[in-house]
């Protein structure tokens, strides 16, 4: 895993963008699969929340590592299996569309639910 410091091109630059306003670490990840992307909550005070992501190289990572970072930014707790996740996971989705670069046209919004 690499923490990403310095975008590489437009992808990471934007991901990298809502990180640092987040103060996020984005840990890319190239063995894993860009749907089992992940975020970390901050437990305690002394940790920082971060995401874990596939490489950054497509308008689909694009959109995971949104979401995850929507997760972060709409203060999810850790997820759990109940009517509560699926709403969790709709404010998230809805916090990454509203922040694609982009933009989000109904083809975008299919594709993620």
Known sequence: MTLLRTAQ?????NILRHAQ????DI????????????ASLA???R??????TAPLTSSLTEL???HELGHVACKHPHMREDEEEV???HEAWEWALA????GADEETRAIVG
């Open 9 to 13: 091109n437009p992808v990471e630059e």
């Open 21 to 24: 306003a987040l103060k996020v």
């Open 27 to 38: 840990l890319i990840n190239p063995s894993i699969n860009p749907w089992n992307a992940g």
């Open 43 to 45: 437990r305690s005070s």
């Open 47 to 52: 940790e920082k929340p971060y995401i874990q």
């Open 64 to 66: 995971i590592a949104l």
């Open 87 to 89: 709403l969790r996971e």
């Open 99 to 102: 922040n694609y670069s982009h």
